[in-house]
């Protein structure tokens, strides 16, 4: 099966949306990846990929089919984070959901929690991280 490539728009989409997080152009390669287009199924494909590092993390985000995407990232080769969801239809929606589980699981890892006070993070005990895959 030969890959779908990302368009020129879609690249220029997932530049701008990095702009607008980060405050600064972020290199975004292409790049190919074989992988299992619907998880489980246990058929590997080949799928486009875009790729780029960030605030010590790797994104990858694939195109598993003309309108369908996926994505995760990571901080080494032995823990993958997901964004708890199989597949996109919308290229936008996958890296804002993808930027938006890799900033929480940055202030997880900071010990902070959206509406908690001081005295709730030193009552913590366990870390509820995004989905690992």
Known sequence: MQPTDFTDSEIKLVNQTLLERYGHDVPVETAEAEIEPVPGSGVVADCAVLYWEAR??????????????????????????????????????????????QSDHERQMQGVRSGMTGRDLKELDDYDGPLVI
């Open 56 to 101: 010590g993390a790797h994104f990858v985000v694939f195109k598993v089919d003309h309108n369908r995407f996926r994505a995760q990232f990571f901080y080494g080769e032995a823990v993958q984070f997901g964004t708890g969801k199989n597949a996109f239809d919308n290229l936008g929606d996958c890296v804002i959901t993808l930027l938006q589980v």
